[in-house]
C-alpha cells in the first residue's frame, strides 16, 4: 500500500476550475492504477476517473470533456484538472491506488489505499 494525501479542494463558482493533487509516500506510483473517487453527502462514494500505469485513462461519463487526469511519476503525484464546474461536482474527493490493477478501475472495491479526501464545493 501507499499513503495518499489530498490537496486543492476549495470553495468555487460555477463554471470555473479547480485542480486537485495528490501525493504518494511509501512506495512508487509506478506501476499503480490510481483513481479519484468522489461522495456527496447522503450518496455513494462514485468513480470519477483513473489513470493506470500503461498512461490510459478512464472516465466517468459525468465529467468526460471537463476534467483531465495526470500523474507525474518522477514526483509520485496525480493530479485533476476539474474545468465547467457544476454544483452537481460538489462532493469530498478521495484519492485511491491499488497497485497492478488490471480491471475494475471503476469500483471502490478494487482499491487498498485511500487518502483523507479532500472537499470541493461549488456555488451556483
Known amino acids: 500500500q501507499v499513503q495518499l494525501v489530498e490537496s486543492g479542494g476549495e470553495l468555487v463558482q460555477a463554471g470555473g476550475s479547480l485542480r486537485l493533487s495528490c501525493a504518494a509516500s511509501?512506495?512508487?506510483?509506478?506501476?499503480?492504477?490510481v483513481a479519484w473517487f468522489r461522495q456527496a453527502p447522503g450518496k455513494e462514494r462514485d468513480f470519477v476517473a483513473a489513470?493506470?500505469?500503461?498512461?490510459?485513462?478512464y472516465y466517468a461519463d459525468s465529467v468526460k470533456g471537463r476534467f483531465t487526469f495526470s500523474r507525474d511519476n518522477a514526483k509520485n503525484t496525480v493530479s485533476l484538472e476539474m474545468n465547467s464546474l457544476k454544483p452537481e461536482d460538489t462532493a469530498v474527493y478521495y484519492c485511491a491506488a491499488k497497485a497492478l490493477l488490471y480491471s475494475g478501475y471503476q469500483h471502490v472495491r478494487s482499491y487498498d489505499s485511500w487518502g483523507q479526501g479532500t472537499q470541493v464545493t461549488v456555488a451556483s
Open positions: 511509501g512506495r512508487a506510483f509506478t506501476n499503480y492504477c
Open positions: 489513470i493506470c500505469w500503461s498512461g490510459t485513462t
